[in-house]
């Protein structure tokens, strides 16, 4: 069970709600009326637990838990111990996600502007909107309802910011419009100057940075992210994109949607990515590219070219992942035999 203090357990639900919650199959119609009282993972779950089998390296761990239901694929579905209930589905780790937020729903807004929150009266704040201690907001800016403003968070002139969306503590909104149902987790810095210098050996003059950070929604942006505006053309984040901590995103740049960014990732000015890319931990992108749809790079890449769509590549410069194992390998050989001649 997950720390009370920190979060708020729902329940209990029988299996005939958790089969609609999860859109799987109950491979047994007499265990419906089944009530089970929280989530837990395979090594630890009790005949009241739900819990789920999504990678194969879990097998084993499956077909010894205690778990009173399983979500699972149905390939796997014959490996269940005895006497447990199963949720069918080819999506098992989806399907949990659905049920862990019914057993664990987010805390309820407390719509109203806290005491020391600054909400300039030209703003405009939608219904059920939660202002947090110390938050402010500027003048023009507009907050969508049902939003929640974290403590200390700084909301500058003119942002938009949609529907629904949870902006926590210590975040910097500027120069952004920000779509409904975004995630902004702690220290995330939106709409700050680009990067952009006209470099000369008497001196690196600033260009003013003209644009905006566009963001769609359904985001998720990680602790201490940044995400630069941009220079005159919009830096663009597309709809369900998720970014983890500490990535910059530089400015100009456009993500396409449903992309994936892995912590401390860095990706230049003006580089356009296209929909459902992946990027790997501490890979680095370089300015001006192009990364098309579907693509996936590996983890410390170092990214020096144009990416056509369904690629993957891995390396550093990054190549076509075959050549890059491929290098690997030869490398290792070269060095075992270099051990031998000794």
Known sequence: MADE???????????????????AA?????????KFTDVAPLSTAGAQHVSFLDNKKYIAAFTQTSAGVCLVDPSLADRAPAGMALLITPQPYHGYARIASAF??????????????????????????????????GNGAVIG????????????QGVHVGVGCQIAANVTLQCCDVGDAVILHPGVRIGQD????????SGHEKVPQLGRVVIGDHVEIGANSTVDRGTGPDT???????????????????????????????????????????????????GHLKIGDGVQIAAKSGVMRNIESGHTVGGLPAQPMKNWLRSVSAVERLGKKKGKTK
């Open 145 to 156: 309802a049902n939003t929640r403003i974290g403590p200390n968070t700084v909301i500058e």
């Open 194 to 201: 680009g990067f952009g210098f006209a470099m000369g050996a």
């Open 104 to 137: 664990y729903p987010a805390s309820a807004l407390l719509s109203g502007i806290h005491a020391t929150a600054t909400v300039s009266d030209s703003a405009t704040v939608g219904d059920g909107v939660q202002i947090d201690a110390g938050a402010f907001v």
């Open 5 to 23: 203090r920190f979060f708020q357990l729902a329940g209990p639900f029988d299996l005939a709600e958790l089969a609609e919650i999860s859109g």
């Open 236 to 286: 663009i984040i597309g709809a369900g994109t998720k970014i983890d901590n500490q990535v910059q995103i530089g400015h100009n740049v456009q993500l396409g949607q449903g992309c994936i960014i892995v912590a401390q990732s860095g990706v230049s000015g003006s580089t356009e990515i296209g929909n459902l890319t992946v990027i790997g931990g501490q890979a680095g992108i370089a």
């Open 26 to 34: 109950i491979s047994d119609s007499d265990a419906k009326g089944r």
